[in-house]
């Protein structure tokens, strides 16, 4: 099993950009499908972006399709979230989430990060 631990939120201006960081600990992170997910207040959590263990398939959620992209980086056991042309909808707690499987399934991701917070103010 991995542990997360996401960084890189913030409070940004409408329209601008964050690139979010969630570091594994254990050797086999290079294994595991990776997704970011989100839970805005009030809301339930929701899938946002996942990728598979070697990279080569990701997968997005419609609202953020175009802005947003997911890419990892094995040797240093990590993976990007890197976020554009941002909206005040997109506020929420950003998680980390890990599969064992190494394909990128929605439903399946868990041993979840902390989280970490992203305001988009207008």
């Known amino acids: 099993q991995v542990q997360l631990v996401e960084s890189g939120g913030g409070l940004v201006h409408a329209g601008g950009s964050l690139r979010l960081s969630c570091a594994a600990s254990?050797?086999?992170?290079?294994?595991?499908?990776m997704g970011w997910f989100r839970q805005a207040p009030g809301k339930e959590r929701e899938f946002v972006a996942g990728?598979?263990?070697?990279?080569?398939?990701?997968d997005y959620a419609d609202s953020v399709k175009a802005r947003f992209s997911i890419s990892r980086d094995n040797a240093k056991n990590t993976v990007y979230l890197q976020m554009n042309s941002l909206k005040p909808e997109d506020t929420a707690v950003y998680y980390c989430?890990?599969?064992?499987?190494?394909?990128?399934?929605?439903?399946?991701?868990?041993?979840w990060g902390q989280g970490t917070q992203v305001t988009v103010y207008s």
């Open positions: 989430a890990a599969d064992p499987s190494g394909e990128v399934r929605r439903a399946a991701f868990g041993s």
């Open positions: 990728i598979s263990w070697s990279g080569a398939r990701t």
């Open positions: 254990g050797r086999t992170f290079s294994r595991y499908a």
